[in-house]
Every structure is written in structure tokens, then in C-alpha cells.
């Protein structure tokens, strides 16, 4: 069935290091791809999107291109801050329903 | 525009109760969906509707089950609670077959 697979967390980082998170998905059909971010205590906040192959999704200086050749979306970001630790889920559509298929989260954790 | 609604935020119940929680889409999204967080199964999906109508349902049991009123609130149910269904249920709106966007969450703990 369809799927998502992250990389396992938690990622732990410096201050302005570099960041990728790993995200592929099954390829069934033309899905979109999602990534969306949890802060303690709170739902998620959707980051970027993504609705077709090699579209870029941005926000806040994070970015990921949709790979149809290697069915991947994996999530980058320059110079990571502190305030972005929190676990971020990537998520595909599904055919003719919104269902997303959620992948297991990566925990982020910054330290100045 | 506000955003998704869930109430209450925080709820606990004992082994055997019922328990129901609400969610008010943001204005104009007619599909609600819900989903389970929990830390051993992830976010696994509850169901959804649009339009009152049930499109979609995941592999729970009967004693999960929800609806959609005329003005796209919804509300799911659960009945007989069992310590494992201890979680954060999320619910999430969209225009239908669209993005979705997320609500704060219901902690509900069974005890």
C-alpha cells in the first residue's frame, strides 16, 4: 500500500548547521507531498507543499523538491535556529480522498 | 481567517466511558478529517467527511465513529474507552481534495 519513510530522529544539530530530513514515498499515482511541523504541545502547522514533480516547496528558509525519479522530498534548510526544534512529519495525498499517509516524524533538536 | 477549532483541549476519562470531541473547521472548508497521534502508531487516520457525508474511513473499530453537521462541524465519538486509546486526536479541514490544516488537538487520557 502507500507509504511514507523518514529518516529515524532525533537530528541534532548546532545553531546555523546545515539540515536534511529524508522523506520517500510508494509512487502510486501523481501524489502531492507535504511536510508539516509539531512544536510541543501543539498540532501540526503545515510547512510546504508540494503538487507535482520538480516543484520546489519553501517557507521560512526551508525547502523541498518533489523527485519523481527517485520518489523523494527531502527537507533542507540552510542555517537552522533553535526555534526550529520540533518533529517534522512528511505526508502524501491520497487518490480521491484527503487522507494523508504520514510518515513516523524526525525529532529536531537545535543547540546554540 | 481563525483557524481549526477542538474541544475540549485536554480530557480524562476512566476505562468503559464514552467520549465526545468537536471540531470546527476553518470558515468555508467543507472536509473535516480526523486522525490519531499516538507515540508507538504515529498519525493514523480516523476518517473523514465532506459535505455530511462519510467519504473515507481507516482500519479503527466500531467503537470510533463521527459526523458532519450541515455546517461542517463535525464531531467523533468513541465509546467504551480502553486504556490504548489514550492520544491526541487531530482534526484537520480543507476545501476538499485540498490542503489540510490542522487543529490544536484533544489530549484525551484513559486511566
Known amino acids: 500500500g502507500d507509504s511514507v519513510t523518514q529518516m529515524e530522529g532525533p537530528v541534532t544539530l548546532s545553531e546555523e548547521a546545515f539540515l536534511t530530513i529524508n522523506c520517500t514515498y510508494t509512487a502510486t499515482g501523481y501524489p502531492s507531498l507535504f511536510w508539516y511541523v509539531q512544536y510541543p504541545g501543539e498540532g501540526l502547522q503545515l510547512l510546504l507543499k508540494a503538487t507535482k514533480a520538480d516543484d520546489k516547496g519553501s517557507n521560512k528558509g526551508f525547502e523541498a523538491t518533489y523527485r519523481k525519479e527517485t520518489t523523494s522530498f527531502h527537507l533542507e534548510k540552510g542555517s537552522v535556529q533553535v526555534s526550529d526544534s520540533a518533529v517534522y512529519f512528511c505526508a502524501r495525498s491520497s487518490y480521491n480522498t484527503d487522507k494523508l499517509i504520514f510518515g513516523t516524524g524526525t525529532r529536531l533538536q537545535v543547540f546554540p | 481567517k481563525a483557524g481549526v477549532t477542538q474541544t475540549p483541549r485536554y480530557l480524562i476519562k476512566t476505562r468503559g466511558q464514552q467520549v465526545t470531541l468537536s471540531c470546527s473547521p476553518i470558515?468555508?472548508?467543507?472536509?473535516v478529517s480526523w486522525y490519531q497521534q499516538t507515540p508507538g502508531q504515529g498519525l493514523q487516520f480516523l476518517f473523514e467527511?465532506?459535505?455530511?457525508?462519510?467519504?473515507n474511513k481507516g482500519n479503527f473499530p466500531g467503537r470510533f465513529s463521527g459526523r458532519q453537521f450541515s455546517n461542517s462541524r463535525s464531531e467523533m465519538n468513541v465509546s467504551t474507552l480502553e486504556l490504548g486509546d489514550s492520544a491526541l486526536y487531530l482534526c484537520?479541514?480543507?476545501?476538499?481534495?485540498?490542503?489540510?490544516?490542522f487543529g490544536p488537538g484533544t489530549r484525551l487520557t484513559v486511566l
Open positions: 470558515s468555508g472548508h467543507r472536509s
Open positions: 484537520a479541514s480543507s476545501l476538499g481534495l485540498d490542503t489540510q490544516y
Open positions: 467527511y465532506f459535505s455530511e457525508t462519510q467519504r
